[in-house]
């Protein structure tokens, strides 16, 4: 899979909302599109967070469901091979990007887009949640708070711009512009799916 020229949707759960109080990923997904948005890679596993997983009931991440799974940094290569040179694209980009930034190698992370902000231009007022959001430009959310159903529904949100005939061809230059990605050296594991 070509790491260059395109978007990667990226959406994680948590244990809480800050990585500065202790807070770990317990899931991520990562969906890779191609420049015109299509759909070119997906990839996402359970993390151990060496903690409790918090809030089971919005997320539904059990401690003995990341038991086994790997930690975070044995899945940064395909993490990171799947970032670099390209456009980060997320629901609430901010909240991801709190969790990615205190990663090892986050300089693979460039560029950003926010389906969450650019949604005002794109579809109805209303709440401006990714259900929502989805609910209102017709785009089917099922499993919400599972890491992969949220990047996929995400990823559909953000086609559904694209199709609008924007570009953001000056992020994905910039973004392209990144060194090529290079395996980190560190002991990687597959990653473990619900």
């Not at 940064?76 to 990615?100: K, M, P």
């Not at 205190?102 to 109805?124: G, M, N, R, Y």
Request: proline share 6%; charged share 25%; with cysteine.
């Amino acid at each position: 899979m070509s790491s260059r020229q395109g978007y990667v949707v990226v959406d994680v759960e948590t244990t809480g909302f800050s990585p500065a109080k202790g807070d770990q990923i317990c899931e991520i997904a990562l969906v890779s599109l191609d420049a015109e948005g299509a759909t070119v890679d997906e990839w996402h596993s359970l993390i151990n967070p060496r903690r409790a997983t918090g809030a089971v009931h919005v997320h539904g991440i059990t401690d003995a469901m990341v038991a086994r799974a790997p930690v975070i940094e044995e899945v940064l290569d395909d993490i990171w091979r799947r970032i670099a040179g390209r456009v980060l694209v997320a629901h609430n980009t901010s909240f991801d990007l709190r969790f990615l930034r205190v990663l090892p190698e986050s300089h693979w992370v460039t560029e950003t887009l926010c389906t969450q902000k650019l949604a005002p231009d794109f579809i109805p007022e209303g709440k401006w949640t990714l259900a929502a959001c989805c609910e209102r430009a017709g785009i089917p959310l099922s499993g919400a708070h599972a890491a992969l159903a949220d990047a996929r529904a995400a990823a559909e949100l953000f086609r559904s711009y694209l199709r609008r005939g924007v570009s953001w061809e000056g992020e994905l230059g910039r973004a392209a512009q990144a060194p090529e990605w290079r395996p980190s050296g560190r002991p990687q594991r597959p990653g473990l799916q619900r």
